[in-house]
């Protein structure tokens, strides 16, 4: 129940009582908050301490909640040596490839069906379909192609299957964008003579800049998080960090200092993209179904 | 070891990787790695140094007509020619990138190219490569159960014309027995052996000889206190101990039961208790009453051991065991070696936690006398290799008495002792105060170990198995989850073909003997 | 590009030009291989058969048959099921508790929704490191509260390891609904709300026959995404039991990544793969239809 209603329901007479009943709806929400708060922040807590404690503090019964000596220094080095950081750089350099590529290609794809709706309604589903299926089912025939092309476990192989299937984000995303620029300031640029792709590039573009960017950081965002595509399709050349990830964790290993250290390395970046981009989150995460 | 070797998969992309490649690593090529520096940096520099100097004082000159020489003088007229080879990921491949290849390097002008390859891998890659026409390796790291399937699929060369003409034949003889019954497949050698993987039982050895334990133990059990040879006994002691220490954190055993390897201890007490893979008809017998009773006790043994030890693997047992809190562990070679604190202090072992119990621990082959042989390497020659008698010469040159010797006392060595040369290297004897008893513990383990089940298909039979394990471990009825496993094992044969995977089990149980089944 | 200023003459010449790329893309990477893998599925392809024979309907029909399939396909649609339904309720708590006027709520929004944005596998990993039965917190916490140690092992106990991985889920995709309904929610012109409680509608009536039908067309369609997500789901559950103890937790990505990837049973694969995106195609059309209808509305 919100405040608004509690504050419409309430008559008028019962003023002293609905302040009463005003600071109990308040301090019931702040408790549901603080809880929420507490439950969704523990585990970034959790493992920010490991990335600070030595294999013998993080493996000790009771579990120590605070290290005695805060030092990433050691499991930094460790993730230096095992090759954690160069998975890193490769996860950077696929994922940056993969989504520029993308958003190029994307965007051209996308203003043609803004503008001119080629193809149809279907061939715009057609495109946004690919997003849904199954990555392990989409993996598969891949994995079938890339071992005739010879393609598995290089950077041309992972970032052209990123950038394939970041497509049906990006054009679909770009779709509405470019649908928000009226078509007036592209026609009278072109009375000027530009060419289609100048009228794109200095006109369209810059007018919808901000859903391009917005769309851009979400299209990294879900290229830095893929794991099973590249945990088919890597081997010794590009690994990535999510792959690397795995080798820390099993039968044979159980390394989470290291562990620790590359997950914390590896979202900082993305939990600062996402405060930046805050605004457009909801509208990112269901297609722009919801604005 | 290999299992925990492999496991470093996690491991030490080397210091080498980390400096070679602060360049970002935008597709390496392989003519990189290939001219990866053999003298790294930093500390690494200087254990290189000293285990190449260790080399350089022991294998100069070779033995004239020994294996090595003889491979070397082979090698030779390859000089300038690259082999490609693949070795699993991390630490085991410090061996080659440190020391093997550079040395081999610099007998011979051939120029070894290490690939790394984390340990699943290095089936897959090998037989993808042969299917897609090959080419890409030379030399072939490989798990011995998986030699059916490469031989049958034509990925590896025969290699009995080579050891005819190459080998000196006495050295057929010092490989122990046991792994030199592993080599052939069809009556074709197909591989050379090069580590001796097999199951240590450590124990505590102050534990057992505290004057307090032995007399309550005598009054609880009426027997002394001593080193368990049967699963029960092993099952008394445990539970004593863990009674006695759990308000410590202590506990009197402790086995890895996470998913993933867990079927190599019940390969183990299975056998020991009698039990047989397959019926006359090749059905599956793993659910038989002595493979039930092995699972239930596997699953009761599970109450005296650490809390949450369904979810412990390698790393786990090892982190309580050298922290002093583990009354007994089974597991692979190299950590008798790092109990004592040798080679902990090399860059490379920096993962691995100081050891509390040097000095204190003690060696024997696991309860019921048999210990499993447990996964292991071989290497083999690349059917597609355009340099086969250069490849075979390097493997020959590795696992020759003279430099196999010494690359089981690199200090990160991951490969065990496995020739009669390495058992008897007065030596490694001396590399800490009871390095002999470790030795012969390790030739007993290889003289009366249970080689894992190698036939083709190996690695699904033991995935079916260790999902039937970790299943009971969780409370399915052991009987039940067994049943299902055997199905699974029955499809699995059907699959491949009943007929031939009966020829293929009878050929191993032949050729493995009482290595198969005690 | 062959995009010059000629293509005034007929403003929609090029059009075709520029979803080329796109759709070249598509087809060579995504639809090409999906064919090819139609043909492989009617053959015997395997590590030891390289070359693969004709033999019809055989791994279809094999699929249909294969207990641990069925096994996975149920364990599937128990996560879809139970982390949806625990999601959107929560989710939309949440979301009720937050709209509205509420100090400081610019600063508790975004640090609500992180969860969403982390990669799964990492989540995964780090929930493991919580459930640890000796060196996580999560047993430890629960021993404080009950007094004496607590020796769970949450992920390889069958009685604890689901919800393990429905808490996990959970944490990771709660604010997704919370966000996509407090969109929602803000959406709702607040006079239809007020004309309701003038009426003397109680807070229950308020909700059930105002705030819900109006922000139902939000909510199906975050509750399809979801569905369609949870049905792919695989990095958390690899990360916290790679589908044990046996095959308890073993979902349909799971399983078809481990008959592929490590036993390459390449046609038994393709068959399988085949037979999921034709379950999840008749989903993707009820969501199409969704968002058309969603897309006209907003229009």
């Known amino acids: 129940m919100t405040t608004r209603a509690v504050e419409s329901i309430a008559p008028a007479a019962t003023r002293p009582r609905r302040g009463r009943h005003k600071a109990r709806a308040y301090a019931w929400r702040y408790a549901l908050i603080a809880a929420a708060l507490i439950f969704f922040s523990f585990p970034a807590f959790w493992i920010t301490t490991i990335a600070f404690k030595s294999s013998s503090e993080y493996f000790r019964n009771p579990p120590v909640w605070i290290p005695a000596n805060p030092n990433i220094a050691q499991n930094l080095e460790k993730v230096i040596r095992t090759g954690g950081l160069t998975a890193i750089g490769n996860s950077l350099i696929v994922t940056v490839s993969a989504t520029a590529i993308a958003l190029v290609v994307g965007t051209l794809a996308a203003y043609s069906l803004a503008r001119f709706n080629t193809g149809g309604n279907n061939f715009a589903f057609w495109i946004l379909s690919q997003r849904f299926l199954p990555p392990v089912s989409v993996v598969f025939p891949v994995f079938l192609l890339f071992r005739v092309l010879r393609w598995v476990d290089t950077f041309h192989g992972l970032i052209i299957l990123y950038a394939t299937f970041s497509l049906p984000f990006v054009v679909w995303m770009m779709r509405s964008y470019i649908r928000e620029v009226p078509v007036e300031v592209e026609e009278s640029a072109q009375v000027d003579g530009a060419s289609r792709l100048r009228t794109i590039v200095s006109i369209t573009l810059p007018l919808a800049s901000p859903g391009l960017i917005a769309t851009g950081i979400f299209t990294f965002i879900f290229n830095w998080n893929e794991f099973l595509f590249a945990l088919v399709l890597s081997r010794t050349n590009v690994i990535t960090y999510p792959v690397k990830l795995t080798s820390y964790f099993g039968p044979e290993s159980a390394f989470w200092g290291e562990a620790a250290t590359v997950s914390l390395i590896a979202t900082l970046p993305v939990v600062i993209a996402t405060l930046l981009m805050q605004r457009y989150l909801a509208t990112g995460l269901t297609l722009g179904a919801v604005k | 070891m290999n299992a925990p070797k492999r496991i470093f998969a996690l491991s030490i992309a080397s210091a080498i990787i980390a400096t070679a490649c602060a360049v970002p690593p935008a597709a390496p090529p392989p003519a990189a790695e290939a001219t990866r520096p053999a003298d790294p940096v930093g500390k690494i520099e200087g254990q290189a140094e000293q285990v190449a100097a260790a080399a350089v004082m022991t294998a100069m000159p070779p033995k004239p007509g020994g294996s090595a020489a003889r491979a070397i003088e082979l090698a030779k007229k390859y000089a300038g020619v690259t082999l490609n080879v693949t070795w699993e990921a991390g630490l085991q491949s410090q061996d080659p990138l440190l020391f093997s290849a550079p040395e081999f390097e610099r007998l011979t002008g051939v120029k070894i190219n290490v690939i790394e390859t984390p340990f699943t891998e290095l089936f897959s890659k090998a037989v993808a490569d042969h299917q897609a026409g090959g080419g890409a390796y030379d030399v072939l790291n490989f798990a011995p159960t998986w030699l059916a399937d490469l031989a049958d699929g034509g990925v590896l060369e025969p290699l009995d014309a080579y050891i005819e003409q190459h080998m000196d034949k006495n050295d057929l003889s010092d490989l122990h027995s046991t792994y030199a019954k592993y080599q052939q497949w069809k009556g074709k050698t197909f591989g050379l052996w090069d580590d001796g993987d097999v199951f240590v039982m450590y124990y505590r050895r102050d534990w057992f000889e505290d004057a307090k334990n032995k007399e309550d133990f005598k009054a609880k059990y009426n027997r002394d206190l001593a080193p368990p040879k049967t699963w029960q006994e092993w099952d008394e002691v445990?539970?004593?101990?863990?009674?006695?220490?759990?308000?410590?954190?202590?506990?009197?055993?402790?086995?890895?039961?996470?998913?993933?390897?867990?079927?190599?201890?019940?390969?183990?007490?299975?056998?020991?208790?009698?039990?047989?893979?397959?019926?006359?008809?090749?059905?599956?017998?793993?659910?038989?009453?002595?493979?039930?009773?092995?699972?239930?006790?596997?699953?009761?043994?599970?109450?005296?051991?650490?809390?949450?030890?369904?979810?412990?693997?390698?790393?786990?047992?090892?982190?309580?065991?050298?922290d002093g809190k583990l009354g007994m562990i089974i597991t692979w070679p190299p950590i008798g070696r790092w109990s004592e604190g040798y080679g902990l202090e090399s860059k490379q072992l920096e993962w691995v936690p100081k050891t509390k119990v040097a000095g204190k621990v003690g060696y024997a082959v696991s309860p019921g006398g048999h210990s499993e042989l447990a996964v292991g390497f071989m290497l083999g020659v690349s059917s597609n290799s355009k340099n086969k008698e250069a490849a075979y010469a390097f493997i020959q040159w590795l696992t020759s008495p003279e430099i196999s010797g010494q690359r089981v006392k690199i200090p990160f060595a991951l490969r065990d002792p496995y020739r009669m040369s390495h058992f008897n290297d007065p030596e490694y004897a001396k590399l800490w105060p009871n390095a002999a008893e470790y030795l012969k513990v390790l030739q007993e383990g290889a003289a009366t170990g249970l080689a894992d089940l190698g036939i083709p298909g190996a690695r699904e039979y033991e995935e079916a198995l260790d999902r039937a394990i970790t299943a009971a471990y969780a409370g399915t009825d052991p009987k039940a989850a067994l049943d299902k496993a055997a199905e699974e094992w029955n499809a699995i044969t059907e699959r491949i073909g009943v007929e031939s995977q009966k020829a293929a089990y009878e050929d191993w149980q032949k050729r493995l003997g009482a290595n198969a089944y005690p | 590009m062959t995009l010059r200023p000629h293509a005034r003459k007929g403003r929609h010449s090029g059009k075709y030009a520029l979803v080329a790329p796109a759709t070249m893309m598509i087809l060579c990477i995504a639809l090409f291989?999906?064919?090819?893998?139609?043909?492989?599925?009617?053959?015997?392809?395997?590590?030891?058969?390289?070359?693969?024979?004709?033999?019809?309907?055989?791994?279809?029909?094999?699929?249909?048959?294969?207990?641990?399939?069925?096994?996975?396909?149920?364990?599937?649609?128990?996560?879809?099921?139970?982390?949806?339904?625990?999601?959107?309720?929560?989710?939309?708590?949440?979301?009720?508790?937050?709209?509205?006027?509420?100090?400081?709520?610019?600063?508790?929004?975004?640090?609500?929704?992180?969860?969403?944005?982390?990669?799964?596998?990492?989540?995964?990993?780090?929930?493991?490191?919580?459930?640890?039965?000796?060196?996580?917190?999560?047993?430890?916490?629960?021993?404080?509260?009950?007094?004496?140690?607590?020796?769970?092992?949450?992920?390889?106990?069958?009685?604890?390891?689901?919800?393990?991985?429905?808490?996990?889920?959970?944490?990771?995709?709660?604010?997704?609904?919370?966000?996509?309904?407090?969109?929602?929610?803000?959406?709702?012109?607040?006079?239809?709300?007020?004309?309701?409680?003038?009426?003397?509608?109680?807070?229950?009536?308020?909700?059930?026959?105002?705030?819900?039908?109006?922000?139902?067309?939000?909510?199906?369609?975050?509750?399809?995404?979801?569905?369609?997500?949870?049905?792919?789901?695989?990095?958390?559950?690899?990360?916290?039991?790679n589908g044990g103890p046996g095959t308890m937790t073993e979902t349909v990505s799971l399983y078809a990544y481990s008959v592929g990837f490590r036993n390459f049973r390449i046609s038994y694969m393709a068959a399988l793969t085949l037979i999921l995106i034709a379950i999840v195609s008749v989903a993707i059309t009820v969501l199409w239809r969704r968002m058309s209808a969603n897309q006209e509305r907003m229009a």
């Open chain 2, 238 to 322: 445990c539970s004593f101990f863990t009674e006695r220490g759990k308000a410590n954190n202590e506990y009197g055993c402790a086995i890895q039961r996470t998913a993933g390897n867990t079927y190599l201890w019940f390969y183990e007490q299975f056998r020991s208790n009698g039990g047989r893979f397959f019926d006359a008809d090749m059905k599956a017998a793993i659910n038989s009453d002595i493979g039930v009773k092995t699972l239930t006790d596997m699953v009761n043994a599970n109450k005296h051991m650490p809390p949450g030890i369904e979810k412990w693997g390698f790393v786990e047992v090892l982190q309580a065991w050298m």
């Open chain 3, 33 to 241: 291989p999906l064919l090819y893998s139609v043909v492989v599925s009617f053959q015997n392809i395997d590590v030891r058969t390289p070359v693969g024979t004709f033999v019809g309907l055989k791994n279809y029909f094999d699929v249909l048959r294969d207990a641990r399939f069925w096994n996975a396909l149920g364990n599937t649609a128990l996560i879809m099921t139970v982390c949806v339904t625990a999601e959107l309720v929560l989710g939309f708590i949440l979301a009720q508790t937050l709209i509205g006027p509420l100090p400081g709520k610019r600063f508790i929004t975004p640090l609500l929704i992180l969860p969403v944005v982390i990669a799964p596998l990492i989540v995964g990993y780090t929930w493991r490191m919580l459930w640890d039965t000796q060196y996580g917190p999560i047993s430890q916490v629960l021993g404080w509260i009950a007094g004496r140690p607590v020796e769970i092992v949450w992920l390889a106990n069958p009685a604890t390891v689901w919800p393990a991985i429905f808490i996990t889920e959970i944490w990771q995709w709660t604010p997704f609904m919370f966000l996509v309904l407090l969109a929602g929610l803000a959406a709702i012109n607040p006079e239809y709300r007020e004309a309701a409680e003038i009426d003397g509608a109680s807070s229950w009536q308020v909700l059930r026959f105002v705030t819900l039908p109006l922000v139902w067309p939000v909510m199906a369609v975050a509750i399809l995404f979801r569905a369609l997500d949870a049905f792919k789901v695989f990095d958390i559950v690899f990360a916290l039991t």
